[in-house]
C-alpha cells in the first residue's frame, strides 16, 4: 500500500514579495488612505481643543474727522472672548475623532489586503500559465513523435492511415 505524501507548504517567493511591496508602495489608493489616516490621527487633539479666543476693537466717532474725545458719543472700546463649550462636549468630539481615525485604518488595512490578493493572484495565474504552455509543449512533443511513429509504421505496412491521421488532428489541436 502506497500512503499518500504530505505536502510542505510553499515556502515565501522572493519575486512575489517584491511585487506585493511595489504594489502596495504604488497603489495610489493606498497612499491616499494613508494619508488620510495620517491626517486623521491628527484630528482629535484639534477636536478636544478649545475654539479660538476672539479680540476685538471698537471705535465709534461722533465728528467728521477722525478725532477722538471732542464729541459726547465718540468712543473707544477693547473686546475678548472665548466659547467654552458645555462640559463633557470637548471629551465626546475628541473620542469621535478616534473612531473616525480607526475607521480609516481599517478601511486602509482592507485596501492593503485587497491590493496583496490581487497581486498574489495575478502572479499565480501567472505561474499556473507558464505551467500549462510548459504541459502543452510537452504533450505536442510526444504528439509529434507519436505521429512520426504512426507514419514509420504506416509506410512499412504495419499501421492504419486512421492512426497518422488521429496523430496529425491532435499536433493541430495544440
Known amino acids: 500500500p502506497v500512503s499518500a505524501q504530505e505536502m510542505a507548504p510553499p515556502g515565501p517567493e522572493p519575486a512575489l514579495e517584491a511585487l506585493v511591496a ?11 488612505l494613508g494619508e488620510a489616516l495620517d491626517s486623521a490621527r491628527a484630528r482629535p487633539e484639534q477636536a478636544k481643543a478649545l475654539p479660538d479666543p476672539m479680540v476685538s476693537v471698537l471705535y465709534v466717532n461722533d465728528g467728521w474727522s477722525p478725532s477722538l474725545g471732542e464729541m459726547p458719543m465718540t468712543t473707544l472700546g477693547l473686546m475678548g472672548s472665548q466659547a467654552l ?4 462636549k470637548r471629551d465626546l ?11 480609516l485604518a481599517e478601511r486602509l488595512e482592507r485596501e492593503r489586503l485587497t491590493v496583496a490578493a490581487g497581486v498574489r493572484r495575478a502572479f499565480w495565474g501567472l505561474v499556473l500559465a507558464r505551467d500549462t504552455l ?7 512533443a510526444v504528439a509529434t513523435e507519436a505521429e512520426g511513429v504512426a507514419r514509420a509504421r504506416y509506410a512499412v505496412g504495419q499501421g492504419a492511415q486512421q492512426d497518422v491521421l488521429r496523430a496529425q488532428v491532435e499536433i493541430t489541436r495544440f
Open 22 to 32: 511595489e504594489a502596495l508602495a504604488q497603489n495610489p489608493d493606498v497612499r491616499a
Open 85 to 88: 463649550p458645555w462640559p463633557g
Open 134 to 140: 510548459a504541459l502543452l509543449r510537452e504533450q505536442e
Open 93 to 103: 468630539r475628541e473620542r469621535i475623532a478616534v473612531r473616525d481615525a480607526d475607521v
